[in-house]
């Protein structure tokens, strides 16, 4: 029959050839009848994508013929057969082969294929699907290449091309199929993959060669409401299984984005997302992002920044391998909200009336959310509100096992206010009420696959999906199958967690079921706290299953735990494991005791204090006939604030024993306390004795406060006083009620009440601060009009380099000067190696300095000294090496002036390029001995507060100064001394004869109370003038009272000098002097040289 064809593929397969081998095992067999030989044919090692002439095979006789198909492996193998279509043969000439389509959008496609002979042109038929290609109007083309424009989108095509050489043609080519895409979405666009079949424009693409890759819709996932979509690749990615979304019709502002949930059966699971402009066309996707899935449902947002023009699809690629499958549902292509909604909503725990949410803020709101929640499917807008301004809420008032969604959007202006999307539902389902003792579940009313109410089976990390919860029948019952598919660890092993009990802490309590796998398989039992979370599980015991159903009971009184809900997990780690669980059973212990409680032991009266375990201990006893293993107690103060306490002990019958109260009491009240204890045991037989009481008297310690940890100045110390009527031990050894401290430590003191003996203590911290000094001291005094610059002196380093960024600066080779180590008073070390120390101050006169220095370890030689480039040798040796004990070194011939005012001091490392002659100073004082007792630094360093505006001072009188305050509170005062300058004056200038030695006897100085000092002030002064007549002498007066301030005054003396020294004056000539003064000769107009005779001068006098 020409017109005959089949089909066998299935319909979820998306194969594009006649044949599609999967391995190269499969063979095709040819016969003429059944009465001949089979044939071999061919090795399907290729797809047969051509059409295949047999002519050569079977005899132009016989119109019949058989094929055969012939696979020659088992298990998972297998062959694809579709399009088999048996023909005749018209003619040899073969048609166009390989008819490929390049490229294919919504109005165009692009097709070529490769010649079938040597023809000279081609003719091509464009039909819809189904169309006999005969009935169109062929069109001629001269290339193997095709572009095809105006077709209409959505549109199904059948296109086939023949070979043209001369006036014959070859056969049609084999069918090419396609359907035009889908024209385009805009922002708007939402799917939740709810048909049956994908959704309208989405595409499917297998191009892997593994048979059982594929993507189709499904529904039995428990995260996900309703259907969704499903990737699965089986085990090669070489080719890649895409799953794309129709056209998105891009804007040109850049500012859409899509919007997807997404998870994986394993974690993590690569998905990667781009462009693709030919969904049949793997080199036509373009990689734009990563994303790395796990088993938990997340929703993500892409944003197409990149993707500002044009219309593209997005597709979805399955970018990982082994046997993993990728979910994807509620696929939105939108614009970017300005209010975004957030984030990773998610549920953190639930408990029977409450249950905790948590998600992640989108940063553009002002963290303030507003959150909607109700029964599950109800209506946005009717629910109850609450707000939050943290990322995570905990709703109450819950009803138990109830399903509510929940919707989270943040307030983005409070002020409007305006809100932004809402992410959800979330969809939770509370905790049942804890079940008591007498609960039972053998799984008979449920159906299979389903999980039973108040049952949770968590979905660990690479638990097969498929095998999550489901159950299998056994011969008489339904039970719970724990399936393993290829989990290797514990973190991934399936789970089943059973409802809340209700006091479980109760040592009696038990838990009975029954477990069989089909090999020595095991289970782990534990505890959970949060029965949503696996990792809170805390193992209790492991049981080893066997073929037939066996008991198993937990004791929980044998077992330290925290939580109320009980897991059974799979604890084998072999792949394709099966565990089967059946009537659970939770109840008491069928126990017969008498537990009595004989008394409460006290070691007398207590002072007031936390309670500990050593407190309150309580003697009981076993009067019944059976073993005790655990029991409880509780106890209460003067009736009220009932404590409870239980244990795991085992008391034999007879058995008497004793047990501290582990819960903590707080004393820290005085009084007297009435305390009783007795048996809270659930199943004590007899009550008759099962009470004990005790009074405690609780003295009150005694109150101390040493005070916040604080600071003094040098030299004040601090007074520290204890509470009265107690005994004292303070640290440093002293036992009296008031102790004094001037050093700085940690100070406590222990006091003891003489009469209760109740203790009490206290601890401070005190800091000692070194005073800082005004220069000059009280000792020094001013004259009036004298000026003087205060400076700051330090007495000992308290922390560091304590002398200030303004007053040292270290010149050094290997920055070897340093601060270090803890030496004496808790003070710093200044070690010096390989280098030298600078220390620069001004003083305004010296002529010999003092260093007083502390160095408990040096070595011999000791440190070099160095004073304005002038060697002064090593500090003394033998003043050194203890602390406390100060050495001292005078340095005399200093300039009694420097031009600068400045002095450096320089100390230098002994042995440069060796530890052991590094110097370790931790006190150094400088002293001018000229001046006064004072130490001397060069300005105010950083720390200080001048009260004083200007630190120059003019004084005029005597006067204390407090301008100088360090930060660390300290300061201290200087007084200023100051003395009025004497007046003086002198008179009686005479005229004296030029002899060569005068008597000044008339010159007169006035003062009074003092001494003079000066050339030709007191008595005979013998002088030689000057050769012009003319001399200048100071007159100096010193107030003997004070023996500091002086006065000085300027005279002069005229000296008549003899006539031959005088200058001459030419003869008959005269002058008029105005005043008595020596003459000079100015101009030799007025002398006569030219005779060069003495000469009369007369001289008149005017009076």
């Keep these: 029959d020409p017109s005959f064809s089949f089909y066998l593929a299935q319909p979820n397969y998306f194969n594009i050839d006649q044949f599609q081998n999967y391995f190269d095992i499969s063979k095709i067999y040819i016969r003429a009848s059944e009465s001949n030989s089979w044939i071999l044919y061919k090795n399907l090692n290729t797809a047969i994508d051509n059409w295949t002439y047999i002519s050569d095979s079977i005899p132009d006789t016989f119109n019949y013929f058989q094929l055969r198909l012939v696979i020659t492996l088992r298990g998972g193998y297998g062959v694809s057969f579709d399009d088999f279509r048996v023909g005749e043969q018209l003619d040899v000439r073969p048609p166009p082969a390989d008819v490929t389509l390049t ?59 023949k070979e043209i050489s001369g006036t014959d043609t070859s056969h049609w080519s084999p069918v090419l199929r396609f359907t035009t895409d889908f024209s385009g979405v805009n922002p708007g666009y939402y799917t939740g993959f709810e048909s049956p079949s994908l959704p309208f424009a989405w595409r499917a693409n297998v191009f892997t060669d593994e048979p059982y890759s594929e993507i189709y819709l499904d529904s039995n996932f428990i995260d996900y409401n309703g259907r969704f979509l499903s990737i699965y690749l089986e085990d090669n990615r070489d080719f890649g299984i895409y799953a794309s979304t129709p056209i998105l019709n891009f804007n040109n502002s850049g500012n859409t984005r899509i919007r997807f949930k997404a998870s994986a059966t394993y974690t993590p699971v690569e998905l990667q997302l781009g462009r693709m402009n030919y969904f049949d066309n793997t080199y036509s996707f373009s990689l734009d992002t990563s994303l790395f899935l796990s088993n938990t449902v997340k929703e993500y947002k892409i944003n197409l920044d990149s993707m500002t023009s044009g219309r593209d699809r997005v597709a979805f690629l399955h970018a990982d391998d082994w046997y993993e499958t990728i979910f994807l549902d509620d696929f939105y292509y939108e614009l970017i909200p300005d209010c975004d909604s957030p984030d990773s909503l998610h549920l953190l725990s639930v408990s029977d009336n409450s249950a905790g949410i948590g998600w992640l803020s989108t940063g553009g709101g002002d963290s303030l959310f507003i959150i909607e929640y109700g029964p599950q499917s109800f209506t946005p807008g009717t629910g109850t509100f609450i707000t939050s301004n943290t990322l995570n809420k905990t709703i109450t008032s819950l009803a138990p096992a109830t399903d509510y969604d929940v919707y989270v959007a943040e307030i983005c202006t409070p002020s409007t206010p305006d ?541 204390t100064y407090n301008g100088l305050i360090y930060t660390n509170g300290c300061s201290d005062t200087a007084g200023i001394g100051v003395q009025a300058k004497p007046s003086l004056a002198v008179n009686n200038v005479i005229l004296a004869r030029d002899t060569g030695i005068y008597d000044l006897d008339n010159l007169h100085a006035y003062g009074t109370g003092g001494t003079f000092y000066g050339a030709g002030v007191v008595g005979t002064h013998q002088f030689d003038p000057d050769s012009v007549g003319r001399s200048v002498d100071t007159c100096v007066y010193v107030n003997s009272t004070q023996n500091t301030c002086s006065d000085t005054t300027v ?53």
């Design 103 to 161: 490229y294919l959008r919504d109005t165009m496609a692009h097709i070529m294929w490769h010649p079938g002979g040597s023809g000279s042109g081609y003719l091509y038929a464009l039909v819809a699907q189904g169309t006999d290609p005969d009935l169109a109007t062929p069109i001629s083309h001269s290339d193997t290449l095709l572009g095809l424009g105006g077709l209409i989108p959505n549109t199904g095509y059948d296109f086939y091309v």
């Design 419 to 959: 809100t932004g999307l809402w992410a959800g539902p979330l969809t939770l389902a509370t905790a049942c009420s804890y079940v008591d003792t007498g609960w039972t579940d053998g799984f008979e009313a449920y159906s299979a696959t389903i999980i039973p109410p108040c049952f949770y089976a968590p979905n660990p990390s690479g638990t097969a999906l498929t095998y999550k919860s489901v159950f299998q029948s056994n011969s008489d019952s339904m039970s719970f199958y724990l399936f393993n598919s290829s989990c290797l660890s514990e973190s991934c092993s399936p789970m089943l967690i059973l409802p809340g009990f209700k006091d479980i802490t109760i040592g009696n309590r038990v838990l009975n079921f029954y477990a069989k796998s089909a090999s020595a398989e095991f289970v782990v039992v534990g505890v959970l706290s949060n029965p949503i979370d696996p990792a809170s599980f805390q193992p209790l015991d492991t049981f080893t299953l066997s073929s037939s159903y066996q008991l198993f009971t937990v004791a929980f009184a044998d077992y330290a735990f925290s939580g109320n809900f009980v897991g059974i997990r799979h604890g084998s780690s072999g792949m394709y494991r099966s565990i089967y669980l059946d009537d659970f059973e939770y109840t008491s212990a069928p126990i017969s005791f008498d537990l009595r409680v004989d008394s409460v032991g006290q070691v007398g009266d207590v002072c007031a204090t936390t309670m500990g375990t050593d407190r309150l201990r309580v003697f009981v006893s076993n009067n019944g006939t059976d073993t005790i293993s655990g029991f409880s107690l509780a106890f209460t103060v003067n009736g009220v604030g009932l404590k409870t306490f239980s244990t795991a002990s085992i008391l034999n019958p007879g058995d008497t024993t004793s047990i501290y109260f582990t819960d903590t009491l707080n004393y820290s009240v005085a009084g007297t306390f009435y305390l009783q204890v007795f048996n809270t045991t659930t199943g004590d037989q007899n009550k008759a004795n099962d009470t004990a009481v005790k009074v405690l008297n609780i003295f009150p310690p005694p109150s101390i406060s040493l005070g916040s940890d604080t600071s003094i100045c040098t030299p004040n110390n601090l007074q520290l006083s204890g509470p009265a009527g107690c005994t004292y031990t303070w640290s440093t050894g002293a036992n009296t009620q008031i102790a004094y401290f001037a050093i700085p430590d940690t100070y406590s003191l222990i006091a003891t009440d003489t009469l209760t003996g109740c203790v009490n203590g206290d601890t401070m911290i005190l800091s000692v601060n070194g005073t800082y000094a005004f220069f000059p001291d009280t000792g020094y005094v001013f004259c009036t009009g004298d000026s003087q610059l205060l400076q700051p002196q330090v007495f000992r380093y308290s922390d560091g380099i304590d002398l200030g960024e303004d007053q040292i600066s270290h010149n050094y080779t290997d920055s070897s000067i340093s601060f270090g180590a803890y030496k004496c008073a808790n003070d710093k070390t200044l070690r010096i190696g390989d280098g030298y120390v600078q220390i620069e101050f001004t003083v305004l006169k010296t002529s010999a300095l003092m260093l007083e220095f502390e160095s408990p370890w040096i070595t011999n030689p000791t440190p070099k000294v160095e004073v304005d480039g002038v060697k002064f040798g090593h500090l003394p040796y033998s003043s050194v090496g203890l602390c406390g004990k100060l050495g001292y070194m005078l340095l005399e011939g200093l300039d009694a002036q420097t031009i600068d005012n400045k002095v450096v001091v320089k100390i230098y490392d002994t042995i440069p390029g060796s530890t052991l002659g590094d110097a370790q100073i931790t006190f150094l004082r400088i002293y001018s001995l000229d001046v006064m007792d004072s130490v001397l630094w060069t300005s105010i360093p950083s720390g200080f507060n001048s009260s004083v505006a200007n630190p120059y001072v003019h004084p005029s009188a005597y006067t």
């Design 1051 to 1103: 005279f002069s003396i005229e000296v008549s000098p003899v006539l031959e020294r005088f200058p001459a004056i030419g003869a008959g000539k005269s002058m008029i002097f105005d005043s008595i003064r020596y003459l000079e000769a100015i101009n030799s107009d007025l002398l006569d040289f030219e005779n060069n005779q003495p000469l009369t001068i007369e001289f008149w006098f005017k009076t």
